[in-house]
């Protein structure tokens, strides 16, 4: 079965799993600002892409 779920935190403690976890949301973005192009980080935070498989 998998499931899709957004959420905050990914504590795990005690599971027999497989867990995987990638960076993402860090690359800059180009955005217009008075008509000129401007890169900046999309946010002050970056995100975190977790796949946990339970064994």
Do not use: K, W
Not at 26 to 37: F, H, K, M
């Amino acid at each position: 079965m998998r499931h899709a779920v957004p959420l905050d935190h990914v504590l795990l403690r005690g599971l027999d799993a497989a867990l995987r976890a990638d960076r993402i949301l860090d690359e800059p973005v180009t955005i217009s600002a008075a008509g000129r192009p401007i890169r900046t980080p999309l946010s002050d935070h970056f995100g975190v892409l977790a796949t946990v498989e339970r064994r």
